[in-house]
């Protein structure tokens, strides 16, 4: 039968694997997609994503980020992070404040693997159907749960953030901007929150790409279709002679 016990030193494992990973392995994946790094905080940006009609990061042709919303959970986040290890590539993962409290194992292997991350509220209610207090209540109740879960403390700050459904008014988009968040929306969006196969999934990713030559692209760690269309979608850049930007705080 399996235990907590079990649970924790398998997870114990995995976050030696990837911590190790991460400290050794940067050149391990020839003809791996390229990376850049991008500090949001250095180059004075505030808040992005043309889907929230924000600004567009200062991405070259051809340079997507990968987000991933909604996690962490146990079944899933571990599977992607090691899709993106395999491929030698880092990305931000958004995480919802009581998700992120109830696995904080599987929130401190996303930053093990070398990942950025950010809050995406702690209820994940939309908030634009709340008052405006109890919006922003949500907001810095996540972005604490999160710097708790990954960081053990409050100490290291969790900046970025993604309003739930992607939709936030301008006045809690200014208000989370003087708490001092960054506002990170997305450009490209494969909906893979719908459940569809995974070729499916991919399908409606193309056509999207199709009409970009850059952007963030959002999927969602928590759902099961997500783990096999990660590396359809890496598979997909490198046909196109994408690269990677991750995002760092």
Same mark, same amino acid.
């Given at each position: 039968?399996?235990?907590?016990?079990?649970?924790?030193?398998?997870?114990?494992?995995?976050?030696?694997?990837?911590?190790?990973?991460?400290?050794?392995?940067?050149?391990?994946?020839?003809?791996?997609?390229?990376?850049?790094?991008?500090?949001?905080?250095?180059?004075?940006?505030?808040?992005?994503?043309?889907?929230?009609?924000?600004?567009?990061?200062?991405?070259?042709?051809?340079?997507?980020?990968?987000?991933?919303?909604?996690?962490?959970?146990?079944?899933? &986040?571990?599977?992607?992070?090691?899709?993106?290890?395999?491929?030698?590539?880092?990305? &931000?993962?958004?995480?919802?404040?009581?998700?992120?409290?109830?696995?904080?194992?599987?929130?401190?292997?996303?930053?093990?693997?070398?990942?950025?991350?950010?809050?995406?509220?702690? &209820?994940?209610?939309?908030?634009?159907?709340?008052?405006?207090?109890?919006?922003?209540?949500?907001?810095?109740?996540?972005?604490?749960?999160?710097?708790?879960?990954?960081?053990?403390?409050?100490?290291?700050?969790?900046?970025?953030?993604?309003?739930?459904?992607?939709?936030?008014?301008?006045?809690?988009?200014?208000?989370?901007?003087?708490?001092?968040?960054?506002?990170?929306?997305?450009?490209?969006?494969?909906?893979?929150?719908?459940?569809?196969?995974?070729?499916?999934?991919?399908?409606?990713?193309?056509?999207?790409?199709? &009409?970009?030559?850059?952007?963030?692209?959002?999927?969602?760690?928590?759902?099961?279709?997500?783990?096999?269309?990660?590396?359809?979608?890496?598979?997909?850049?490198?046909?196109?002679?994408?690269?990677?930007?991750?995002?760092?705080?």
């Amino acid at each position: 039968m399996i235990t907590g016990k079990h649970i924790v030193a398998a997870f114990s494992a995995a976050l030696l694997s990837i911590g190790l990973w991460a400290a050794a392995a940067e050149a391990a994946c020839p003809g791996a997609l390229s990376e850049r790094v991008l500090d949001l905080s250095d180059a004075g940006i505030t808040r992005f994503g043309t889907l929230q009609k924000l600004p567009a990061l200062p991405l070259n042709k051809g340079e997507y980020v990968l987000t991933f919303d909604d996690g962490p959970r146990r079944e899933t &986040t571990p599977k992607i992070l090691e899709e993106l290890q395999a491929a030698c590539l880092h990305a &931000t993962f958004m995480m919802i404040g009581q998700r992120a409290e109830r696995r904080s194992l599987v929130a401190k292997m996303v930053l093990l693997g070398g990942h950025s991350i950010g809050s995406h509220s702690y &209820t994940h209610r939309n908030l634009t159907t709340l008052s405006f207090d109890e919006a922003m209540n949500d907001i810095k109740r996540g972005v604490a749960a999160v710097e708790r879960a990954v960081y053990g403390n409050r100490m290291t700050p969790v900046r970025m953030f993604r309003f739930p459904d992607n939709s936030g008014t301008p006045a809690l988009i200014n208000a989370a901007e003087q708490l001092g968040l960054i506002i990170a929306s997305y450009d490209v969006s494969p909906e893979d929150w719908r459940g569809s196969p995974p070729e499916e999934t991919m399908h409606r990713l193309r056509q999207r790409l199709n &009409t970009v030559d850059r952007g963030v692209i959002v999927m969602h760690d928590v759902q099961d279709n997500t783990v096999p269309l990660v590396p359809m979608v890496l598979e997909e850049l490198k046909k196109r002679g994408a690269s990677i930007v991750h995002l760092v705080q």
